[in-house]
């Protein structure tokens, strides 16, 4: 392993050792998915997504879900463009459900509960 991809592991590692101790959730972007797809988080709580990837994603409300409590539905343009070993933070100020994509890539959907 080259000094460049240690550097880049070690710098990784540390991120993700602050956000745990903050008490936050990460996403990783990864292979095309946003892993864990899918979570459950209470209202106050930053979500992190952290890319991976080899290409550049981004972070966007998904209002085409056909949800039967469509005034739950949180609706949020959040991100810009997240490069690779990027970093995007949000925090969840209300309850209700965030359906979001990667409009770069559509197929990559993601899905957050959020409680009391």
């Known amino acids: 392993m080259n000094k460049k991809n240690i550097l880049v592991l070690l710098i990784i590692t540390f991120t993700i050792v602050i956000i745990l101790l903050n008490y936050s959730q990460i996403i990783i972007i990864n292979r095309f998915e946003f892993q864990p797809e899918e979570i459950n988080i209470e209202k106050g709580t930053k979500i992190y997504w952290i890319n ?65």
């Not at 949020?76 to 890539?105: A, N, P, Q, V």
């Open 52 to 116: 991976i990837d080899s290409e550049e994603h981004n972070v966007t409300s998904n209002t085409m879900h056909d949800v039967a409590a469509k005034d739950q539905i949180i609706q949020i343009d959040i991100s810009d463009d997240i490069g690779t070993l990027g970093i995007f933070s949000y925090k969840f100020t209300e309850t209700g459900e965030f359906y979001y994509y990667c409009t770069i890539h559509p197929h990559m959907k993601g899905k957050i509960h959020i409680i009391n």
